[in-house]
């Protein structure tokens, strides 16, 4: 069984700072792309950033500039460092990865997180 955890959301400040953590468990073989989406109340969710196996990043022009994904592969972890964080960011962000379990031949799958709260206060 894999699972995607989300963790280091919370209340900030405008202008603050967060840093959100997704980490993957279970029997997995590889990960290839992960990527991080928000959503706000009454909206659609949106992407965010992503970063592909080979440390490929992109980012939506929103928050480009303010933030950076990051993947460490050792520990199945991917990251979203938020910086000038504004009030327009607040959403509930969700890690998202296609995996190759560890039991399947070739296939991959998609996986979401529960996801995690952030909410900044102007």
């Known amino acids: 069984q894999v699972q995607l955890v989300e963790s280091g959301g919370g209340l900030v400040r405008s202008g603050g700072s967060l840093k959100l953590s997704c980490a993957a468990s279970g029997s997995i073989f590889s990960i290839y792309t992960m990527t991080w989406y928000r959503q706000a109340p009454g909206k659609q969710r949106e992407l965010v950033a992503t970063?592909?196996?080979?440390?490929?990043?992109n980012y939506a022009d929103y928050v480009k500039g303010r933030f950076t994904i990051s993947r460490d592969n050792a520990n199945n972890t991917v990251y979203l460092q938020m910086n000038s964080l504004k009030p327009e960011d607040t959403a509930v962000y969700y890690c998202?990865?296609?995996?190759?379990?560890?039991?399947?031949?070739?296939?991959?799958?998609?996986?979401w997180g529960q996801g995690t709260q952030v909410t900044v206060s102007s």
């Open positions: 970063i592909n196996s080979g440390s490929t990043t």
């Open positions: 998202y990865a296609i995996i190759r379990p560890v039991q399947a031949e070739t296939s991959t799958y998609q996986y």
